[in-house]
T-cell receptor
Framework: DTAVSQTPKYLVTQMGNDKSIKCEQN?????MYWYKQDSKKFLKIMFS???????INETVPNRFSPKSPDKAHLNLHINSLELGDSAVYFC???????????????FGQGTRLTVV | AQTVTQSQPEMSVQEAETVTLSCTYD???????LFWYKQPPSRQMILVIR??????QNATENRFSVNFQKAAKSFSLKISDSQLGDAAMYFC????????????FGQGTRLTINP
């Protein structure tokens, strides 16, 4: 009965490789997000999709490309990985269609990406 | 742009005592939400409490309560009867109201509970 699930939980890869992180939510939410948590624990938004449409793109390098095949999935593909990409990546979802609905985001368990 | 500031990188408290974590934010919006999230060593982000800006009453959730001072743009979290399981990173977060909006996080406060 996992609400927001990400795979994999851990990812170790070499510089220059291409990798993907998958995210799925079963909450019926219409908005999904990717956040990055750096080594100092700072969390920052990367992307947001609402009903498969890109809403937010926060000056993320073009090597990062989100893909939303449907409302319940938001995957993150990273090309040509660099050492600085090492971080924890969180997927999240929220329900924003109804202006009076609860607006908190539900987070996945995070993917720790290590680039060596 | 909205900013969120947590001025206490680390806090510690004795088990069963009360601790308050500080958070200030900056916004020109009138419609927004504030949150406290907990991140234990498991890495999972867990919502602790939520406050709607239009509500004057401070939110409470069992041992957790907030002191929301809208004019001062302050949103502190009070944890009463601290338990060992409360040990975690705590993040204050802001989001604008309505629609698909991002969360803006503070830097986090690491809370240690001393037995």
């Amino acid at each position: 009965d996992t609400a927001v699930s990400q795979t994999p939980k851990y990812l170790v890869t070499q510089m220059g490789n291409d990798k993907s992180i998958k995210c799925e939510q079963n909450l019926g939410h219409d908005t999904m997000y990717w956040y990055k948590q750096d080594s100092k624990k700072f969390l920052k938004i990367m992307f947001s999709y609402n009903n498969k449409e890109l809403i937010i793109n926060e000056t993320v390098p073009n090597r990062f490309s989100p893909k939303s095949p449907d409302k319940a999935h938001l995957n993150l593909h990273i090309n040509s990985l660099e050492l600085g990409d090492s971080a924890v990546y969180f997927c999240a979802s929220s329900h924003d269609r109804d202006p009076f609905s609860n607006t908190e985001a539900f987070f996945g368990q995070g993917t720790r990406l290590t680039v060596v | 742009a909205q900013t969120v500031t947590q001025s206490q990188p680390e806090m510690s408290v004795q088990e069963a005592e009360t601790v308050t974590l500080s958070c200030t934010y900056d916004t020109s919006e009138s419609d927004y939400y504030l949150f406290w999230y907990k991140q234990p060593p498991s890495r999972q982000m867990i919502l602790v409490i939520r406050q709607e800006a239009y509500k004057q009453q401070n939110a409470t959730e069992n041992r957790f309560s907030v002191n929301f001072q809208k004019a001062a743009k302050s949103f502190s979290l009070k944890i009463s009867d601290s338990q060992l399981g409360d040990a975690a990173m705590y993040f204050c977060a802001y989001r604008r109201g309505r629609g698909a909006q991002k969360l803006v996080f503070g830097q986090g406060t690491r809370l240690t509970i001393n037995p």
